[in-house]
């Protein structure tokens, strides 16, 4: 009978010694176990095998197992035995009895989550041995809040435990009544403990309830090994303060301690002298006499990487570019941030056909039958609302076809239906079938009483489950998977019906009689949903593992390379979990109540579990941080790189040239893309007709214009006004006053406030007079009213720019169509709508001013033109010019609005209608002639800015500079036009090659691609 510890650094052997002791101990008789932590089992039992075939007789066991193996040899268990989802629902049943009496907890005890909280506190009150009565104790000397909050959690424990104790059997009482029992048999024999040996290895602590177990079975064994990793910091302590736990424990026992074993030689790296120097040197904190060991850094590197992507491209090019001694199974990955990297590195190891294992369970919320279940009562709960029934009918699980379904989807969204509109026909009569196939569906549902008992709320469910068939559709799935061998798939659906089931009996067995709303049945169920997985198949034996720091052991492996090795990531910042608060936990732990490590002590058992994780491999380790967000934000690198750079001063971070030499992967960027001559032949033939404004969105990005325009991808009408529905009804009440005014033989300089106001109302209700959707609801109602303020003040505002100046209305919404040959024959057509030209006589000459209303906050940029991405403008000026013969004199964009001036004093008519011109001020070019700017704007004048153009004269009669030019000569404006028709010709000569790139023009932060549809589709990374 005694305790040893055998303690070392990573890599000294440990796990082998304890192997190889066990291997000794084969020939006798006497009990053996080598005892894991539970996550470790299956690894540890696969180790034990691989290296000793005949091993068979050890057993591989968990604190947990090793109970229920005894409480098995002890004859019966202590009652039924309920794992953590059967006390989900204990806990669910039990808040449901007390919620009356809670006050801290008292609006919460419903809330999402809370289950799962209060459950982590129970536990850990199990584990740390504390009893309600303690926390009332407490509870007397605390601030009101934390009695009040101490006190409800007594109340919800004492509930608990007397609805649990004596019937259930609870994984986190286990040990505790393993205990009374061993305690109990103190003077009878059990054979399966006594004179036994036990190994207990890959634990660096253990909790109150562990350590009781383990003096139990120190009474009764022969010998209890306890390994134990040192770390080269003294600061990463866990096993430190564990061992002297475990003395204590010995001492007061009376069980003898054996020497340790001391094991100094790290045979783990014996090859690699640089990994041997991170496990002797590597520290917590910053350590300026760390040693320097600039000759050891070809074990280790560090990678900058620009984003993410590129850091999972960097790994898998290194795992490409390998040395082929080194198997894919030889290669471990760790995250710091698992959540952001496991679909990058899933979709481009699959791309890239490199075997990936992801050690952990698949969440049984993504399964589709679960989410039919939760879409189904969702549909009651929010009351048939858009997403419930399109997220039930995506499941493929109600055998309507999904082509009808899109299109029902098509029809709901443009029909604005859901509530009681789906009580009503549908006038298509096809989609209305699937309407009414849809509601008996869910009959069940709708007929029955929406509080229930939970067993009838259950029985409801498999009714509809019944009634689709799903376990016929199930098979078929695993059929269709397996004939394609893709067994892991095909193994998730086989298990989510025996999961399903089992989740429904324990909900029956648990609560079957409490009387609850379908919402709480909801809450409760998806409780129970949080606590099952399915279990993921290994797809080969030679694959890469993703494994999680701490939780994951990787036996024997060769290169780790560790993703996301950036700050505040790696180590991964320790949540809280449970109802404690750091502080509260110090404040229970200052009147001796012990509970888990409060956030600082976490932080130390994070960093620790890195330590350990990263000395795993025997040969390399990589640690690669990403530069970027995908925001564009800038990231620093872990603190962790910082102290391994202390070690190895010499070591440099890595960047494209490092990520060059394994052959980079480019990561998604502007790419080149053709149609065939054919298919450029077929689609445009030797003429290509477009708007002045798709051949901006062409220059914008081919790619965007491809899908958009030659495609013809649109996203879904819905039933709602959109801006650019806005925008375009602006246009269509501002060309429609222009023509009322002149058909009235009226001019826009003799207009008041209330022509205006009437010309637009009536306008606005002819326009509208069609469409429902402006009328439907009160939103859609204040749209429209603001549409009719936007019109009337942007009008007010133009005839006041028209009677400023000399230019006169002439042409409104006014076609153009203009031709502009390209090469090898062929034509570009370019049509479009002016919205307004505005001419002005002077001598023989006239002058033609453009005008486009623009309802956003567009610009003029005069780079923009020459790039292409502005050229409506031009090209219309250009057009006008030459039908008139005339000259140019100006062109504009005027900024539709209903500006409000903010003023704290109280302004004459006068100032304040001068203050709300200021804001119509229009962008563009002037022409630089005195005639023609007066004309525009009779008030300019030396030291004037206007009110109506971009114009502003110095004192000195020179134009004001500005960063874009406002105003150019004629012979600028002349040359301006060639350099868009040059540009409209390369464009249109682009199309006709058949470009169709997703090589998006950029200027600043501001490129397309920030408010593009496509991104999906093209692959630019946003
Ligand atoms: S996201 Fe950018 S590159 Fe992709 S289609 Fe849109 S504009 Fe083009």
């Given at each position: 009978m005694g305790l040893r510890f055998i303690l070392g650094k990573p890599g000294t052997g440990k796990t082998s010694l304890c192997l190889e002791e066990i291997y000794q101990k084969l020939d006798g008789n006497a009990p053996l176990y080598y005892l894991v932590p539970e996550q470790f089992s299956l690894q540890s039992e696969k180790l034990l095998l691989s290296r000793r075939a005949a091993a068979t007789q050890v057993q591989v066991l968990s604190f947990n197992r090793l109970a229920y193996r005894l409480f098995s040899n002890f004859g019966g268990m202590p009652g039924k035995f309920a794992d953590d989802l059967g006390k989900q629902m204990l806990l669910r049943k039990v808040l449901f009895e007390v919620a009356d009496n809670l006050t801290y907890y008292k609006s919460a005890a419903n809330k999402h989550g809370f289950v799962e909280s209060l459950a982590d506190t129970i536990t850990e009150m199990n584990h740390y041995r504390i009893t309600a009565p303690e926390l009332l104790d407490r509870a007397a000397n605390s601030s009101p809040a934390f009695a009040a909050k101490l006190t409800d959690i007594a109340k919800i424990s004492t509930a608990y435990r007397k609805l649990v104790d004596g019937r259930y059997l609870l994984t986190d009482d286990m040990l505790e009544i393993l205990c009374q029992k061993l305690d109990s048999l103190e003077n009878d024999p059990i054979p399966l403990l006594d004179g036994a040996y036990f190994w207990v290895d890959g634990f660096s602590g253990f909790t109150p309830q562990e350590r009781q177990v383990l003096k139990c079975i120190l009474k009764r064994a022969n010998n209890v090994s306890v390994t134990l990793t040192l770390a080269a910091d003294p600061r990463l302590s866990p096993p430190k303060i564990t061992i002297e736990k475990l003395k204590n424990l010995a001492n007061n026992a009376r069980i003898k301690i054996e020497p340790e074993t001391q094991l100094e030689k790290n045979l783990r790296h014996a090859n690699a002298p640089g990994l041997a120097a991170f496990v002797n040197n590597f520290t917590m904190l910053p350590n300026k006499a760390a040693p320097n060991h600039?000759?050891?850094?070809?074990?280790?590197?560090?990678?900058?990487?620009?984003?993410?992507?590129?850091?999972?491209?960097?790994?898998?090019?290194?795992?490409?570019?390998?040395?082929?001694?080194?198997?894919?199974?030889?290669?471990?990955?760790?995250?710091?941030?698992?959540?952001?990297?496991?679909?990058?590195?899933?979709?481009?190891?699959?791309?890239?056909?490199?075997?990936?294992?992801?050690?952990?369970?698949?969440?049984?919320?993504?399964?589709?039958?679960?989410?039919?279940?939760?879409?189904?009562?969702?549909?009651?709960?929010?009351?048939?609302?858009?997403?419930?029934?399109?997220?039930?009918?995506?499941?493929?699980?109600?055998?309507?076809?999904?082509?009808?379904?899109?299109?029902?989807?098509?029809?709901?969204?443009?029909?604005?239906?859901?509530?009681?509109?789906?009580?009503?026909?549908?006038?298509?009569?096809?989609?209305?079938?699937?309407?009414?196939?849809?509601?008996?569906?869910?009959?069940?549902?709708?007929?029955?009483?929406?509080?229930?008992?939970?067993?009838?709320?259950?029985?409801?469910?498999?009714?509809?489950?019944?009634?689709?068939?799903?376990?016929?559709?199930?098979?078929?799935?695993?059929?269709?998977?397996?004939?394609?061998?893709?067994?892991?798939?095909?193994?998730?659906?086989?298990?989510?019906?025996?999961?399903?089931?089992?989740?429904?009996?324990?909900?029956?067995?648990?609560?079957?009689?409490?009387?609850?709303?379908?919402?709480?049945?909801?809450?409760?169920?998806?409780?129970?949903?949080?606590?099952?997985?399915?279990?993921?198949?290994?797809?080969?034996?030679?694959?890469?593992?993703?494994?999680?720091?701490?939780?994951?052991?990787?036996?024997?492996?060769?290169?780790?390379?560790?993703?996301?090795?950036?700050?505040?990531?790696?180590?991964?910042?320790?949540?809280?979990?449970?109802l404690f608060t750091d502080y509260e936990r110090q404040t229970l732990q200052n009147t001796g109540v012990e509970l888990a490590a409060e956030n600082i002590h976490r932080l130390t058992e994070s960093y620790y579990s890195l330590y350990t994780a990263m000395s795993q491999p025997s040969d390399k380790l990589i640690l690669i941080y990403s530069s970027t967000t995908p925001g564009g934000k800038s990231l620093r690198p872990s603190p962790v790189i910082n102290r391994i750079r202390e070690i190895f001063p010499d070591l440099t971070i890595q960047g494209a040239q490092k990520l060059s030499e394994y052959g980079m992967f480019p990561s998604p960027t502007p790419t080149s893309a053709l149609l065939s001559e054919a298919s450029t032949a077929c689609l445009y033939g030797n003429t290509i007709i477009t708007a002045a404004s798709r051949l901006e969105s062409f220059a914008r990005c081919p790619f965007a214009y491809y899908m958009t325009y030659i495609l013809k991808a649109q996203p879904r009408k819905r039933f709602q006004v959109l801006p650019t529905d806005l925008g375009t009804l602006f246009h269509s009440v501002m060309a429609e006053f222009s023509k009322r005014v002149w058909e009235n033989g009226e001019k826009h300089n003799n207009l008041t406030h209330t022509d205006i106001a009437q010309y637009v109302d009536e306008i606005v209700n002819v326009v509208t007079a069609n469409s429902n959707i402006y009328h439907d609801n009160a939103r859609n109602r204040h749209m429209l009213d603001k549409v009719r303020r936007t019109s009337a003040a942007s009008i007010w505002a133009l005839c006041e720019h028209i009677k400023m100046g000399d230019f006169v209305p002439t042409l409104t919404e006014h076609e153009i169509r203009t031709s502009i040959p390209l090469e090898n024959g062929r034509n570009l057509t370019v049509t479009g709508y002016v919205d307004r030209v505005d001419t002005l006589k002077q001598s023989a000459e006239e002058y033609i001013k453009i005008i486009d209303y623009k309802s956003g906050s567009t610009k003029f940029n005069i780079e923009e033109a020459r790039h292409g991405i502005q050229l409506q403008l031009m090209i219309y000026m250009n057009a006008i010019t030459a039908m008139r013969n005339a000259k140019p004199g100006g062109m504009f964009y005027f900024p539709i609005g209903d500006p409000i001036l903010e003023t704290d004093i109280l302004l004459d008519k006068e100032t304040r209608e001068k203050g709300l011109l200021s804001q119509f001020k229009m962008s563009g070019i002037a022409l630089s002639e005195e005639t023609t700017l007066n004309a525009m704007d009779k008030s300019l004048a030396p030291g004037q800015s206007s009110t109506v153009i971009p114009v502003a004269i110095n004192k000195d009669g020179k134009f004001k500079k500005s960063i874009q030019p406002t105003a150019l000569d004629i012979e600028s404006f002349q040359t301006l036009g060639q350099e868009v028709t040059g540009k409209i010709k390369e464009l249109g000569n682009r199309m006709t090659k058949g470009d169709i790139s997703a090589a998006p023009y950029t200027k600043g932060p501001k490129g397309p691609c920030n408010f593009c549809k496509f991104g999906a589709v093209c692959g630019i990374e946003k």
């Open positions: 600039s000759q050891n850094t070809n074990n280790i590197e560090i990678i900058s990487a620009f984003d993410r992507y590129a850091a999972v491209n960097t790994a898998a090019n290194y795992i490409l570019s390998r040395n082929p001694s080194i198997r894919f199974r030889d290669i471990a990955i760790l995250c710091g941030d698992r959540t952001h990297y496991e679909k990058i590195l899933q979709t481009t190891f699959d791309r890239l056909n490199i075997p990936l294992f992801v050690d952990t369970e698949i969440d049984i919320l993504s399964h589709p039958l679960t989410e039919l279940i939760r879409a189904a009562l969702d549909i009651i709960i929010k009351n048939w609302n858009y997403e419930s029934v399109f997220r039930f009918l995506k499941t493929r699980l109600t055998s309507l076809p999904l082509e009808t379904i899109d299109q029902l989807e098509n029809y709901v969204l443009e029909h604005g239906i859901s509530s009681y509109r789906w009580r009503y026909p549908f006038n298509n009569p096809n989609l209305d079938n699937t309407r009414q196939a849809l509601l008996s569906i869910l009959s069940t549902f709708t007929n029955s009483k929406k509080t229930a008992t939970v067993q009838a709320h259950a029985r409801h469910i498999f009714d509809m489950l019944y009634a689709l068939n799903i376990s016929a559709t199930l098979q078929s799935w695993i059929d269709t998977c397996t004939a394609a061998g893709d067994h892991a798939t095909a193994r998730m659906h086989k298990q989510i019906w025996p999961k399903i089931c089992e989740i429904f009996d324990k909900l029956v067995e648990m609560l079957g009689d409490e009387e609850v709303s379908i919402k709480t049945f909801a809450a409760t169920l998806d409780a129970g949903f949080a606590q099952v997985g399915l279990g993921r198949v290994p797809p080969t034996t030679d694959q890469i593992v993703l494994g999680d720091i701490g939780r994951s052991r990787y036996p024997e492996i060769k290169v780790m390379i560790v993703l996301g090795a950036n700050e505040d990531i790696l180590p991964p910042t320790p949540s809280q979990t449970g």
